[in-house]
């Protein structure tokens, strides 16, 4: 059955979802910062809005797909935010991955408004975005979780209730960390390889039979090997989680040491330049430790 | 001169009353007026507000916790700026982010107000006798005619640089402070794991190359157990932090800082959060597994 449907954030992931709703027959009410973002979905057929707040009027269900804990938040509650617009009864379903603190904080000034609120950070990077394959985590009261569930559907495969506001990002910063630590393990396990002067493709196939198996060997690995940093999964916004991470850690008192040192290593990596590269480009990071590299004297 | 002072703890209270002491008028806001009863005993004024002490003193000193805490007392709605005359200087002492102390300068540069950045190392011990250290940013005019004032607080003042410039250095010093407590927590764990008592190492150690401050007092207190007296693990934790939020925006390299950051934050998991950073020792044997080990490993 066609709704009424908001969006506010069309970057790389929040325009081909968005373009998914639509193409799955609901009525889609838009904004963006900038018009060059909202114009392929104005020709789909979508309302371009001027204002999350305007987007939120008469929309059943907003979504929200914007970069950082900030932005969710101007987005929400800023001047012309959706609050201003949305009705009592409404969903707002964030896809952005944010802090799980902050989000726990929204959700219950939204539900003051009568207002429920879903984090559903997402998986898969901008193919899975496309081909509507994401992996969604899902924090929200169960009717509510279910309530959105059709819709979700059309964004993505994988789609777990993980529990209340704020457990969908705690899932996503655990997938982060996990992420991002065994890319760190497997850039140190190729770079070894390489400096004994081993093949590092035969080592990355011998392995992937065996216990250290990996997506993140298999794909990153890959990259790695064939000097791919096309991204994927750009190093900035990496670091941009990780960050999250850390600073849910020290919110929690919790010790992270890896995802702290894997942090270090994506602030190097953004600090000699490589920000726009994919994550995978981690690896120049250890090469440039010693000097040594692909067409590097040893 | 008219001065103010905001923010009496364990090192502000101390930091006024030498002020007070130079010959200085000083007017007072502290958030528990009782926090004030011995400067006014010793002939400080008290105010209802921050405003009011900006209102009332040419050099107006603060020295909280946190950059929130000086946003709200300068920037708040009763804060300092809505007191200050053009002309007015706000010296900051409290340790916050390099970011956070351009944003307040900028706010109060705009009404022509001046700000130094004046963050200090040197303990309770320090701010008592005033021979804290004092790393300054902002206007070099500025500090050069301060320079009496800030005299009567620290034996050692550098000026660094443009505003925030005193934090960033403030910043460099406690990386260096938490590092080095998490090697000397690192060295006691790791020479009790080796069946070693660490009093002669320690012994050894203060007389050699890795001979440091930090070594002696946290090291000592260390061997002690001595884990009520001195700096609150709480404050290196923030500190700690700061120095990253401040590595991300430069996007500099800091794995030392990094990790132990984390200790701190496991150090505060334990509910040890007003103990000593000495109590760090506490972290790493009890990762080594010490104490629940039947005897020391065989050679």
């Known amino acids: 059955m066609a709704i009424e449907l908001g969006w506010v954030g069309l970057g790389i992931m929040g325009q081909p979802m968005a373009a998914n709703l639509l193409r799955a027959g609901h009525r889609l009410r838009v904004h963006a910062r900038r018009s060059v973002c909202s114009d392929p979905l104005a020709a789909l057929g979508a309302t371009v809005c001027g204002s999350p707040a305007q987007v939120a009027q008469g929309a059943q269900v907003i979504f929200t797909m914007v970069s950082d804990t900030a932005d969710v938040e101007a987005v929400i509650f800023g001047t012309g935010g959706v609050a201003q617009g949305a009705a009592a009864g409404s969903v707002v379903v964030d896809m952005s991955t944010i802090s799980p603190v902050a989000t726990r904080d929204m959700a219950a000034r939204l539900a003051e408004r009568g207002v429920d609120m879903v984090d559903a950070p997402v998986s898969g990077g901008q193919i899975g975005a496309v081909n509507a394959t994401l992996s969604i985590m899902a924090g929200a009261r169960v009717e509510v979780f279910e309530r959105v569930l059709p819709l979700l559907q059309v964004l993505g495969r994988n789609i777990v209730h993980i529990g209340a506001n704020g457990a969908g990002q705690v899932a996503k910063a655990c997938n982060q960390i996990v992420a991002a630590v065994t890319l760190e393990a497997v850039a140190e396990g190729l770079a070894l390889a390489r400096d004994n002067g081993v093949d590092p493709a035969r080592v990355r196939e011998a392995l992937l039979g065996g216990f250290a198996w990996s997506k993140v060997l298999e794909i990153h690995g890959q990259r790695i090997i064939s000097r791919d940093f096309q991204p994927g999964f750009k190093a900035r916004l990496h670091r941009k989680d990780l960050r999250i991470v850390l600073e849910t850690a020290a919110q929690l008192d919790i010790a992270l040491p890896q995802s702290a040192l894997v942090a270090q290593h994506l602030n190097a990596l953004v600090g000699q330049g490589f920000g726009e590269e994919d994550s995978s480009a981690l690896v120049k990071v250890i090469e440039a430790a010693t000097g040594r590299g692909p067409g590097v004297a040893s | ?299």
């Open chain 2, 1 to 299: 001169m008219k001065l103010g002072f905001i923010g009496l703890g364990a090192m502000g209270e101390p930091m006024a009353l030498n002020l007070l002491q130079g010959g200085h008028e000083l007017h007072l806001w502290a958030r528990r007026p009782e926090a004030a009863a011995a400067l006014v005993a010793a002939g400080a004024a008290v105010c209802t507000t921050p405003a009011q002490v900006g209102e009332r003193a040419d050099v107006v000193f603060t020295m909280v916790t946190t950059g929130s805490d000086v946003e709200q007392v300068v920037l708040g709605p009763e804060g300092l700026v809505h007191g200050f005359r053009a002309g007015a200087v706000l010296v900051d002492c409290s340790t916050i982010a390099p970011e956070t102390t351009r944003r307040v300068a900028a706010g109060l540069a705009a009404r022509g107000i001046h700000m130094l950045d004046a963050p200090v190392s040197g303990g309770e011990p320090g701010a008592r006798e005033g021979t804290l250290s004092i790393m300054v940013g902002g206007p070099q005019a500025v500090f050069e005619e301060l320079r009496p004032l800030l005299g009567l607080l620290g034996k050692t003042l550098v000026y660094i640089g443009e505003a925030g410039a005193g934090q960033v250095a403030k910043a460099a010093n406690q990386l260096n402070l938490v590092v080095t407590i998490q090697a000397v927590a690192e060295a006691f764990a790791f020479a009790e794991a080796n069946g070693v008592n660490f009093r002669p190492v320690w012994q050894a150690l203060t007389q050699g190359f890795a001979g440091s401050r930090m070594l002696e007092i946290v090291g000592s207190r260390m061997m002690e157990g001595q884990f009520d007296a001195g700096i609150d693990a709480r404050l290196h934790r923030k500190d700690a932090h700061i120095v990253l939020e401040c590595a991300t925006q430069s996007r500099s390299y800091v794995p030392a800082a990094a990790l132990a950051a984390q200790t701190f934050n496991a150090l505060m998991a334990r509910g040890q959060r007003r103990w000593d950073s000495a109590a760090t020792r506490l972290v790493l044997e009890g990762l080594s597994g010490l104490g629940r080990r039947p005897s020391p490993p065989a050679a």
